[in-house]
């Protein structure tokens, strides 16, 4: 499913083996790429740009991710492409201050790679124990352990609603406003949430999207992303949950200067699912900027 990058050194420790994201979708975000400046606004470990900067000689690409370890095994996995490349870590939803210049696309690849989430040091999935941290970028706020002591039961019990549209929302919030102070690792949160994994995923997909305000950000990115297109740019999203989709596809309707290039959302094929089952829930939404000329006329 993921690929192994190279043995890498971290300080004294062992060398560890990274573990290279899968890039979703790859083909059909390239046949939306035209010749020009782009984001990729979720750069990752570099898997969507590598292929678009291999493909097109014509293009540059800012790359933006608030994971400053993502960051870092995009720059060597990138090096090869020198001065067509500019990375910059921030949040995307910055990215009409990050990026001065109009550009011909914006691609976001939202969520987290499997970089992270198998990752057990970052606290992200059910399946393996560590500290219950889960912030992308761990300059900024404070670990979700520490956040759930000032969380009330109320409020736990809207982010598994909201953020995992859990039924069992009040129950599950029950059980951890009750321990919450004994809560140090996924493990413990995992045995709080029961044993289903549907649910635990359920859970688990809440606080994350909590602690990294997502849904807030990927409006604020949209939104941003649209004020540096130049006419006839692209703003290209792959979302992973109904949340998220109903966010771009609200936005692509909603805003006059843009046009919907994807009637329907792109699916991966059952090859593609088959081969790398992350891809399995992925949507992909394509809308262009129309000229503000075209907008004058029609108005
Ligand atoms: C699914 S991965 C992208 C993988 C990438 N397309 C690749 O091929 O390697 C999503 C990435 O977006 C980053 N990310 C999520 N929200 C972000 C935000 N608001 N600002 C910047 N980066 C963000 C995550 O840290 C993660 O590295």
Redesign the pocket.
Known sequence: MSSHLSEHKRGEEEPIKLI??R?VLVDEVLSFIRDGIWV??????????DAILTRFDEVFVYG????RE?LEI?KKRLGKFRDRVEFIC????NLEKLVSEPVRGVLF?????S??LDDARRGFSYRFDGPLDMR?DRRNGLPLQRRLRHLTRTQMEKILRNYGEERRARKIARKIYGLRDKIETTGDLRDLAGKDPRTLSRVFQAFRIFI?D?LK??KE?LFSALSILEEGGRIIVISYHSLEDRIVKQFFKENDSLVALTKRPIRPSEEEIASNPRARSAKMRVAEKIDDLRLTIDN
């Open positions: 290279l994201h890039p990729d606004a979720t750069l990752g470990t570099g898997g969507h740009t933006i991710d608030r994971d993502s995009a921030d949040n995307f939803s690849d939202i969520g987290l790679s970089f992270q992308m990294n997502e950000n990927l990115g």
